[in-house]
């Protein structure tokens, strides 16, 4: 077949397969939509925050959106679009045209790998900009709006403080349980009905009103003090709120970043595993010069056997608790996860269209019907091995992240080549 009946063929196959990606992308979008409106509305749409500022927390979200979009767009978009060739039997066309198998892939795969490329650009620089922005703002409404932080049936630490709320209605809380660690003890306040005053005199802190008071404080193991109060005023320092919201973590940094830092945390494990080698060097040369000189001090009769025999087994113990201690850093393991999954989500557009493609090929004359929830669950499946593989790569340090992270993508693609061996090329 001449090049110029390929490059018909391509912009037809191109075209089946955009318009098809697109109605799986605006399908997974809205879904995506939907539900951080709906956590918004849990949060912010309920309170006193201007219409303007709700636009710009949705604007700012819309990058974690469309980067999760784009993958499983992807996967839907060519079962559908593959499906529907099938359907109105026009790869039977093509095939008796002289068009290889192969050649009808070869627009979708190239697709897949743009997809990806734009997944991952969408992901590793427009998402951590949305998430500053995002906390950014939301710090500003916090400081206007300090009702905000405070939510219904929930546990907010801040610094050495940890607050436990019952129901919030607007500015009310019904009951309220305070709990404050220091150097000169623990304090619990438990507060009947409060009330949230607010920052109206702008020194950054919130206010609660508190009713039917009463603490306990200790001071020490054996002193411990008690007070009752029908009212009471608690402060809480919105610079203490929005701590943890300046420190930006790995999924708020981009990729190069986040591998800086990982580059940092290696050193500093390397350096604590180095320290765990010296100290168990040197306990297991304490321990061969007490066995020599214990046994010099037996063979003298200056010491008996049983005493020579518990104070080696005790060194022995602290050798091998020495040896056996693991050095782990949890911090490394989360970068290192959240590093490969920047990658793993966007790439698996391209997993996605090589699996899509065969299967697609054997779905018969229902086209697009089909490819659209076959897509569905291979996306539940996909997300679902995406969470377990980040869970068990926090639980278990043993776990590669990179396995992790990419086992749902690798599994894919060598599925998508055996079916393409099996049932393309023949």
């Known amino acids: 077949m001449p090049h110029r009946r390929y490059r018909i063929a391509y912009l037809y196959v191109t075209r089946e397969f955009l318009f098809s990606f697109l109605v799986a992308f605006l399908f997974f979008f809205g879904i995506f939509f939907v539900n951080q409106l709906l956590l918004l509305a849990e949060d912010i749409l309920t309170r006193n925050v201007p219409p303007l500022a709700v636009l710009r927390l949705i604007l700012y979200s819309l990058p974690s959106i469309v980067a999760l979009s784009f993958p499983f767009g992807a996967l839907v978009g060519s079962l559908m679009a593959v499906g529907h060739l099938v359907g109105s039997n026009e790869i039977q066309a093509f095939q008796a045209s002289g068009l290889p198998t192969g050649r009808i892939f070869a627009p979708i795969v190239a697709l897949g790998l743009v997809l990806s490329l734009g997944s991952f650009v969408m992901n590793d620089y427009l998402l951590p900009l949305g ?14 709006n300090p ?14 403080s940890t607050i436990i709320t019952g129901n919030v209605r607007e500015n009310r809380i019904d009951d309220l349980l305070i709990i404050e660690r220091g150097s000169d003890g623990e304090r619990i306040i438990l507060s009947g009905p409060a009330t949230i005053s607010g920052d109206a005199a702008g020194g950054g802190v919130i206010s609660l009103d508190l009713s039917q008071v009463f603490t306990h404080t200790r001071r020490n193991a054996d002193r411990y003090e008690y007070l009752q109060a029908e009212d ?3 402060n809480i320092l919105l610079r203490d709120i929005t ?3 300046r420190t930006p973590g790995p999924r708020e940094m981009s ?4 591998f800086v830092k990982m580059q940092d945390q290696k050193s500093d494990l390397h350096a604590r595993r180095a320290f765990q080698e010296e100290e168990t060097r040197q306990l297991r040369n304490m321990l061969q010069l007490e066995y020599f000189a214990k046994s010099n001090a037996l063979a003298r009769g200056d010491i008996e056997a049983g005493q020579v025999h518990n104070e080696l087994e005790a060194r022995f113990r602290e050798l091998k608790r020495e040896q056996e201690r693991v050095i782990f850093d949890r911090e490394l393991q989360l970068y290192s996860i959240e590093f490969h999954k920047k990658f793993s989500i966007p790439f698996a557009c391209l997993s996605f269209v090589v699996f899509a493609f065969p299967v697609a090929l054997r779905t018969g004359r229902k086209g697009r019907a089909v490819g659209f929830g076959l897509g569905l669950l291979v996306s539940v499946a996909y997300w679902a091995m995406i969470l377990a593989g980040q869970t068990l790569g926090m639980e278990r340090p043993e776990i590669s992240p ?3 992270m990419w086992f749902p993508n690798l599994l894919l693609l060598l599925l998508g080549l055996a079916l393409h061996v099996r049932w393309v090329r023949r």
């Not at 998430?131 to 206007?144: K, S």
């Not at 009702?147 to 050495?160: A, G, K, V």
């Open 243 to 245: 701590v943890a919201l």
């Open 232 to 234: 009471m005023q608690y």
């Open 255 to 258: 990729s190069y970043d986040v």
């Open 147 to 160: 009702e905000l932080e405070l939510e219904p049936y929930s546990i907010r630490r801040y610094q050495d």
């Open 402 to 404: 990179f396995l992790a």
């Open 131 to 144: 998430t500053l922005n995002f906390g950014r703002l939301y710090r500003e409404l916090l400081y206007a």
